[in-house]
């Protein structure tokens, strides 16, 4: 029963399967079913009213335990180890994205035995976190982990070369012999840091959603924190730009001898700023698969590219992953009017854009404990958002 949970054939009915299924394993409905007949037995010498009261205390009690459901042993030892599978899990894909991983050490292991030990990892910490899933009640951290079995999905011919093949309940399971014998490059490839739409990629972008949840493992359900949206740099971004953009950044204050100069420090401060953002911005981000978030990333990277000679001249370098760097020294001696110049335009269009990535990423992370385990989510409401990979 707890596959279906995580089946790929689960639909928009299954929105709140989560919660019954805690309910029903705790006993809550029981409970409450119990206490509702009791009452109707005597129901004959009652009158309207107090059925309708008793209808009333019963249907209170419901949605009490609803939204505090108690919690057994058992559901919290599978909270407080989902929460550490996906630590390890984080642990295992790091070592199959990282380079050294695919070398042979002189005097020791050769890149083939190497990542056949990291496959090995991957596959008992995936299966652990997927197992502790199915029995946990966080649903912050469940539903990264169903959006992780999908990418796993959408990934299965790519690891079936491998010998990583996906069994009925959502495990993995891994054939050694034919790994050994598959082209290693496959293998990087398909968990490359480097490539942001890559399977190694998206599970990472998952594992830090799950992560920065705020979780209380004491408790049935982790509580929706307002502040645990992971930070990415949207936000910041969209300030700096709008900063570099504004009149006010470039008011010239009155130097040591009297004369009128632009602030270059604060200036240098918060085109520093923005390129940090930027920065960070797109590596959180940019494994994304919220159809928002994507559109908004590449008209960001596109208006970069289209303003890359201009921001060169400035000491701000565009590299071939898309990165900006900043060279202080050759800031400093610009043309502060042409800084503004070049800012006026791009750091506020760059801004409107971020603030966009912000919301879906936003509105992707509240609304991620409706996912369904097919990986697309649900909000209630009449609402209904497709996280589509």
Same mark, same amino acid.
Request: glycine share 6%; net charge positive.
């Given at each position: 029963?707890?596959?279906?949970?995580?089946s790929? +054939?689960? #639909?928009?009915?299954?929105?709140?399967?989560?919660?019954?299924?805690?309910? /029903?394993?705790?006993?809550?409905?029981? @409970?409450?079913?119990?206490?509702y007949?009791g009452?109707?037995?005597?129901?004959?010498?009652?009158?309207?009213?107090?059925r309708?009261s008793?209808?009333?205390?019963?249907?209170?009690?419901i949605?009490e335990?609803?939204?505090?459901?108690?919690?057994? &042993?058992?559901?919290?030892?599978?909270?407080?180890?989902? !929460? %550490?599978?996906?630590?390890?899990?984080? *642990?295992?894909?790091?070592?199959?994205?990282?380079?050294?991983?695919?070398?042979?050490t002189?005097?020791?292991?050769?890149?083939?035995?190497k990542?056949?030990?990291?496959?090995?990892?991957f596959?008992?910490?995936?299966?652990?976190?997927? %197992?502790?899933?199915?029995r946990?009640?966080?649903?912050?951290?469940?539903?990264?982990?169903?959006?992780?079995? @999908? +990418?796993?999905?959408?990934?299965?011919?790519?690891?079936?070369?491998?010998?990583?093949?996906?069994?009925?309940n959502g495990?993995?399971?891994?054939?050694?012999?034919?790994?050994? *014998?598959?082209?290693?490059?496959?293998?990087?490839?398909?968990?490359?840091? +480097?490539? @942001?739409m890559s399977?190694?990629? &998206?599970? !990472?972008?998952? /594992?830090?959603?799950?992560?920065s949840?705020?979780?209380?493992?004491?408790?049935?359900?982790?509580?929706?924190?307002?502040?645990?949206?992971?930070?990415? #740099?949207?936000s910041?971004?969209?300030?700096?730009?709008?900063?570099?953009?504004?009149?006010?950044?470039?008011? &010239?204050?009155?130097? *040591?001898?009297?004369?009128?100069?632009?602030?270059?420090?604060? /200036?240098?401060? %918060?085109?520093?700023?923005?390129?940090?953002?930027?920065?960070?911005?797109?590596?959180?981000?940019?494994?994304?698969?919220?159809? #928002?978030?994507?559109?908004?990333?590449?008209q960001?990277?596109?208006?970069?590219?289209?303003?890359?000679?201009?921001?060169?001249?400035?000491?701000i370098?565009?590299?071939?992953?898309?990165?900006?760097?900043?060279?202080?020294?050759?800031?400093? +001696?610009?043309?502060m009017s042409?800084?503004?110049?070049?800012? *006026?335009?791009? #750091?506020?269009?760059i801004? %409107?854009?971020?603030?966009?990535?912000?919301?879906?990423?936003?509105?992707?992370?509240?609304?991620?404990?409706?996912?369904?385990?097919?990986?697309?989510?649900?909000?209630?409401?009449?609402? @209904?958002?497709?996280?589509?990979?």
């Amino acid at each position: 029963m707890n596959s279906s949970f995580f089946s790929s +054939n689960s #639909g928009i009915g299954n929105q709140n399967f989560f919660a019954d299924y805690a309910s /029903i394993r705790n006993g809550s409905y029981a @409970r409450l079913m119990k206490a509702y007949y009791g009452k109707g037995t005597s129901s004959s010498t009652s009158t309207s009213g107090s059925r309708s009261s008793s209808g009333n205390n019963i249907l209170e009690q419901i949605l009490e335990e609803r939204r505090n459901p108690k919690v057994s &042993k058992e559901v919290q030892e599978a909270n407080s180890n989902l !929460t %550490t599978s996906l630590s390890s899990l984080n *642990k295992s894909v790091s070592a199959l994205q990282n380079d050294k991983t695919y070398e042979d050490t002189k005097n020791g292991s050769t890149a083939r035995e190497k990542v056949a030990s990291a496959m090995k990892d991957f596959v008992s910490d995936y299966n652990d976190t997927v %197992t502790n899933a199915k029995r946990s009640t966080l649903s912050s951290q469940t539903s990264h982990v169903a959006n992780i079995m @999908r +990418n796993t999905s959408a990934n299965a011919d790519k690891l079936k070369e491998l010998g990583v093949t996906i069994n009925a309940n959502g495990t993995l399971m891994l054939n050694e012999a034919k790994l050994k *014998k598959a082209d290693l490059t496959k293998v990087q490839d398909l968990f490359s840091a +480097n490539d @942001r739409m890559s399977y190694g990629s &998206k599970i !990472t972008s998952r /594992i830090q959603f799950a992560s920065s949840a705020h979780v209380n493992t004491s408790n049935t359900t982790d509580k929706k924190d307002p502040d645990s949206t992971p930070d990415i #740099g949207a936000s910041s971004l969209k300030e700096a730009g709008k900063a570099l953009a504004s009149d006010s950044l470039y008011a &010239k204050i009155k130097d *040591k001898d009297g004369n009128e100069t632009y602030d270059i420090d604060k /200036i240098l401060g %918060t085109a520093k700023n923005f390129v940090k953002n930027y920065n960070s911005m797109l590596d959180k981000a940019g494994s994304s698969s919220n159809s #928002g978030v994507i559109s908004n990333l590449s008209q960001i990277r596109e208006k970069t590219a289209q303003n890359a000679a201009a921001l060169k001249q400035l000491g701000i370098s565009l590299d071939a992953k898309g990165k900006l760097s900043i060279d202080e020294d050759t800031f400093k +001696n610009a043309d502060m009017s042409k800084v503004q110049q070049v800012f *006026k335009d791009y #750091g506020s269009s760059i801004a %409107t854009n971020a603030s966009l990535v912000d919301y879906y990423m936003t509105t992707q992370a509240n609304a991620s404990n409706s996912y369904t385990a097919a990986g697309g989510y649900n909000v209630q409401g009449g609402f @209904r958002y497709t996280d589509a990979i």
